[in-house]
T-cell receptor, first 115, second 116 residues
Framework: DGGITQSPKYLFRKEGQNVTLSCEQN?????MYWYRQDPGQGLRLIYY???????QKGDIAEGYSVSREKKESFPLTVTSAQKNPTAFYLC??????????????FGEGSRLTVL | AQSVAQPEDQVNVAEGNPLTVKCTYS??????LFWYVQYPNRGLQFLLK??????LVKGSYGFEAEFNKSQTSFHLKKPSALVSDSALYFC??????????????FGKGTTLSVSS
């Protein structure tokens, strides 16, 4: 079945380390997104990518980096510059048929904990 | 700037009773509004959307939402709550629109707790 796969589901990191969260989709969607979720704060947009080899900063991009070398993949790197990286990270995508309506499809999330 | 507000952090309701989860919005232009549901440690699932047309929108799992332009609200409703409806609910509004994609702005979420 088509969908979005995020890995790992749980990740522990020591302070000062970079970590990369994987997001793969087989929905043939052009646009992909990374959101960060913190308790009581809802979802905040980190980065988004409309097409391969192009991406844009969202509202809270500092301390994060992304790449979009393939249509199917949109990995997120949480760098040591991110001051408070412990959070639940959600990847999402949207297909051409849903562009005008804005209906996003989400992965199951990755929970990052900094020790 | 586009925004949504969910004024209640938590809503408690007994099984079988009607439920309402509130959402108000602030947008320039026509609003595109959404409700999503999230179960613990899972991704978000789409419930329903309002783009245009009837003010009462029906969605998944028996949920519906009422768009009220004068009150700038988009409240989520269900006539009879189930224990399995207990989850975190997000209201969202469409933000940027371009040729290939769009982003959503989410509210802070409302935890719905249905007791048996």
């Amino acid at each position: 079945d088509g969908g979005i796969t995020q890995s790992p589901k749980y990740l522990f990191r020591k302070e000062g380390q970079n970590v990369t969260l994987s997001c793969e989709q087989n929905l043939n969607h052009d646009a992909m997104y990374w959101y960060r979720q913190d308790p009581g704060q809802g979802l905040r947009l980190i980065y988004y990518s409309q097409i391969v080899n192009d991406f844009q900063k969202g509202d809270i991009a500092e301390g994060y980096s992304v790449s979009r070398e393939k249509k199917e993949s949109f990995p997120l790197t949480v760098t040591s510059a991110q001051k408070n990286p412990t959070a639940f990270y959600l990847c999402a995508s949207i297909g051409k048929g849903h562009v005008n309506t804005g209906e996003l499809f989400f992965g199951e999330g990755s929970r990052l904990t900094v020790l | 700037a586009q925004s949504v507000a969910q004024p209640e952090d938590q809503v408690n309701v007994a099984e079988g009773n009607p439920l309402t989860v509130k959402c108000t919005y602030s947008v320039s232009g026509n609003p595109y509004l959404f409700w999503y549901v999230q179960y613990p440690n899972r991704g978000l699932q789409f419930l329903l959307k309002y783009i245009t047309g009837d003010n009462l929108v029906k969605g998944s799992y028996g949920f519906e939402a009422e768009f009220n332009k004068s009150q700038t609200s988009f409240h989520l409703k269900k006539p009879s709550a189930l224990v399995s409806d207990s989850a975190l609910y997000f209201c969202a509004v469409r933000d940027r629109v371009n040729q290939a994609g769009t982003a959503l702005i989410f509210g802070k979420g409302t935890t719905l707790s249905v007791s048996s």
